[in-house]
């Protein structure tokens, strides 16, 4: 950790008692959060065949979207990564995909904007890598954080948007974790597991406390398909990947093949200024860290799961996380990078290479 990280440690901590409050909020909060997470996993162990029943062991338990079906092919196109593969692509500590299945075009978040642009960096990037606003089907937001949804100002309005400036959604469905609102978009707030279109679903959201920054409810976008398995495209794993991976297994009653995009574990420093990820956004007390031994647990829990595809955005992990992953994953992990697509399930067609990341660690992939 850096002399600068040391000092927004040593800040935040001594925020955190002169914030008696806030810290007794969040306390209460994580207690019923984990509350609410042990009841689900207390129904699953006791699950009887009930369709509603949200199950991790998936042993004779049918899951919560029966006829769910499956998708031929997938497409995960990064549009918004901490990292640009080439340099006339921006890259920024936000996320954004153009997900596409058997056709249908979905914008799964819309980064950060950092700098109120517009046209913002989505903007350009979509242009430069051919895509148009107007070619998506539907938008996909993970959760209602700045670097998912457009900007702190967004965040605070609880709405999302591409660009600083307009950008019509009229006609297009956003799939909302929580209550928010868009100008033009026709917004359907998600509760709980639900079929988007043949072969793809949300998880539902799970919420999980945040200390400053207040509860957060993520889902993560499920594709299934054909001849692979479910593939999970995820936002920043804020409810932690173990509890989402146990949702979609439940959601879909089949295997994972992937986990693609964030997974936060910005371990010896945060993407962003004054500790905005590794302190505020781990889940934990603000004088408590994510630990390195987290972060390798975490690969191995993934390793266990045997996938046959890993993507890690770089948005909120440090780089030193990056290769710990890679090495415990193997060929199976790469790092997103803008402009680099993941192909799962097309005939003919093998996954993106593999990217190498700075401080000489590589993270190559398989054909998917």
Same mark, same amino acid.
Not at 157 to 185: I, Q
């Given at each position: 950790m850096s002399l600068k990280e040391k000092a927004y440690a040593v800040y935040w901590a001594a925020a955190g008692v002169a914030k008696p409050r806030t810290t007794a909020a969040f306390l209460r909060d994580r207690r019923r959060f984990e509350a609410d997470w042990a009841a689900e996993r207390a129904a699953a162990e006791h699950?009887? @065949?009930d369709e509603t029943s949200h199950s991790p062991d998936l042993s004779g338990a049918a899951p919560v979207l029966a006829g769910l079906g499956t998708a031929k092919s997938l497409s995960i196109l990064p549009l918004i990564e901490f990292y640009p593969s080439r340099p006339e692509l921006a890259g920024e500590p936000g996320v954004s995909y153009l &997900?596409? /299945?058997d056709g249908l075009r979905?914008?799964? #978040? &819309?980064g950060r904007n950092e700098r109120e642009d517009h046209p913002s960096p989505l903007l350009r990037n979509m242009g430069a890598l051919g895509v148009s606003p107007a070619d998506v089907d539907a938008v996909f937001v993970s959760h209602c954080h700045l670097d998912h949804v457009g900007g702190?100002?967004?965040m605070r309005r609880r709405t999302f948007s591409l660009s600083r400036g307009p950008v019509d959604l009229t006609g297009k469905t956003a799939y909302l974790p929580t209550r928010m609102t868009h100008e033009s978009a026709t917004v359907d707030v998600v509760t709980g597991p639900l079929k988007l279109a043949e072969g793809v679903a949300s998880t539902g959201p799970i919420t999980r406390a945040l200390w400053l920054m207040g509860p957060v409810a993520e889902q993560a976008l499920l594709v299934d398909v054909e001849g692979k398995g479910v593939v999970m495209i995820v936002g920043c794993g804020h409810p932690l990947v173990e509890r989402l991976a146990a949702r979609a297994q439940a959601v879909t009653g089949r295997p994972l093949y992937g986990v /693609? %995009? @964030? =997974?936060?574990?910005? &371990?010896? %420093?945060s993407r962003v200024g004054k500790g905005g990820q590794n302190i505020l956004g781990n889940g934990k007390l603000p004088w408590q860290r994510i630990r390195r031994r987290e972060a390798r647990a975490t690969a191995r829990f993934l390793a266990g799961l #045997? =996938?046959? =595809? /890993? %993507? =890690?955005s770089g948005h909120d992990i440090c780089d030193w996380s990056l290769r710990e992953f890679a090495a415990i994953l193997g060929d199976r992990c790469r790092t997103l990078r803008v402009g680099e697509e993941i192909r799962v399930g097309a005939p003919g067609q093998a996954a993106a290479a593999g990217v190498a990341l700075p401080a000489d660690a590589t993270a190559s992939g398989p054909a998917a």
């Amino acid at each position: 950790m850096s002399l600068k990280e040391k000092a927004y440690a040593v800040y935040w901590a001594a925020a955190g008692v002169a914030k008696p409050r806030t810290t007794a909020a969040f306390l209460r909060d994580r207690r019923r959060f984990e509350a609410d997470w042990a009841a689900e996993r207390a129904a699953a162990e006791h699950h009887t @065949g009930d369709e509603t029943s949200h199950s991790p062991d998936l042993s004779g338990a049918a899951p919560v979207l029966a006829g769910l079906g499956t998708a031929k092919s997938l497409s995960i196109l990064p549009l918004i990564e901490f990292y640009p593969s080439r340099p006339e692509l921006a890259g920024e500590p936000g996320v954004s995909y153009l &997900v596409t /299945v058997d056709g249908l075009r979905i914008l799964f #978040d &819309v980064g950060r904007n950092e700098r109120e642009d517009h046209p913002s960096p989505l903007l350009r990037n979509m242009g430069a890598l051919g895509v148009s606003p107007a070619d998506v089907d539907a938008v996909f937001v993970s959760h209602c954080h700045l670097d998912h949804v457009g900007g702190i100002a967004e965040m605070r309005r609880r709405t999302f948007s591409l660009s600083r400036g307009p950008v019509d959604l009229t006609g297009k469905t956003a799939y909302l974790p929580t209550r928010m609102t868009h100008e033009s978009a026709t917004v359907d707030v998600v509760t709980g597991p639900l079929k988007l279109a043949e072969g793809v679903a949300s998880t539902g959201p799970i919420t999980r406390a945040l200390w400053l920054m207040g509860p957060v409810a993520e889902q993560a976008l499920l594709v299934d398909v054909e001849g692979k398995g479910v593939v999970m495209i995820v936002g920043c794993g804020h409810p932690l990947v173990e509890r989402l991976a146990a949702r979609a297994q439940a959601v879909t009653g089949r295997p994972l093949y992937g986990v /693609v %995009g @964030g =997974l936060h574990f910005p &371990v010896t %420093g945060s993407r962003v200024g004054k500790g905005g990820q590794n302190i505020l956004g781990n889940g934990k007390l603000p004088w408590q860290r994510i630990r390195r031994r987290e972060a390798r647990a975490t690969a191995r829990f993934l390793a266990g799961l #045997d =996938l046959g =595809l /890993v %993507g =890690l955005s770089g948005h909120d992990i440090c780089d030193w996380s990056l290769r710990e992953f890679a090495a415990i994953l193997g060929d199976r992990c790469r790092t997103l990078r803008v402009g680099e697509e993941i192909r799962v399930g097309a005939p003919g067609q093998a996954a993106a290479a593999g990217v190498a990341l700075p401080a000489d660690a590589t993270a190559s992939g398989p054909a998917a």
